[in-house]
Each structure stands twice: as structure tokens, then as C-alpha cells.
Nanobody, 121 residues
């Protein structure tokens, strides 16, 4: 059993900052890529940022220069620092991780439950 638990969402004014965290727990052998996705009302889920276990990062164009993804491999945790937030960043943010469980010879993608981020104008 593997769980991803997110925290850090909330309501913030435009121009403000929030930091999201997502901790993976359970029967984990290894974690490859981790990332953040978001889904706004009436829209499809979209990639926000990803990070490999070696620290290589990838960002959506819409968040480059404002958001920073990082991870703590010892804690199986990924973070998303969000600065200069805009109303269009309002969405449910989901973390995802590609995890190999102990005694399972393949990797699967796991998702968190989502955390609401609301940016007021």
C-alpha cells in the first residue's frame, strides 16, 4: 500500500505565495519522477512541474520563473514553492509519483487526493 498526502493549499491574494508539500509513505522500494499537476474547473488536468530523482526539473511555460519544484529523497517528499501567484493559478493541485513498491517488479504512478489553491484578485 502506498499513499501520497498533500498539504499547504489555501486562499491567497494575487502576488502572494504558497508552498505545497506531498509526502509518500507505505511499502516503497524506490521513487522515480515526482511532480505536480493541476485541474481548474471545466478544464483538463495539466502538468505544472516534474522532478527526477536526480533533481532534473521541468516546468509548464505558464509557471516558469514563478514556481519551484524540489524534493527530499530521504523523506520521500516533493515540494512546490509558488510565488507571484495569479488568479489563473486557481485549481486543485495534485501530486504524482512513479513508485516501485517492495517485492513488486515494476513501477506504477500514484496520485495524491488533491489540495485546493485559490488566488483572489
Amino acid at each position: 500500500q502506498v499513499q501520497l498526502v498533500e498539504s499547504g493549499g489555501g486562499l491567497v491574494q494575487a502576488g502572494g505565495s504558497l508552498r505545497l508539500s506531498c509526502a509518500a509513505s507505505g511499502s516503497i522500494f524506490s521513487i522515480n519522477d515526482m511532480g505536480w499537476y493541476r485541474q481548474a474547473p471545466g478544464k483538463q488536468r495539466e502538468l505544472v512541474a516534474t522532478i527526477t530523482n536526480g533533481g532534473n526539473t521541468n516546468y509548464a511555460d505558464s509557471v516558469k520563473g514563478r514556481f519551484t519544484i524540489s524534493r527530499d529523497n530521504a523523506k520521500n517528499t516533493v515540494y512546490l514553492q509558488m510565488n507571484s501567484l495569479k488568479p489563473e493559478d486557481t485549481a486543485v493541485y495534485y501530486c504524482a509519483a512513479d513508485i516501485r513498491r517492495r517485492a513488486i517488479p515494476f513501477t506504477s504512478r500514484y496520485w495524491g487526493q488533491g489540495t485546493q489553491v485559490t488566488v483572489s484578485s
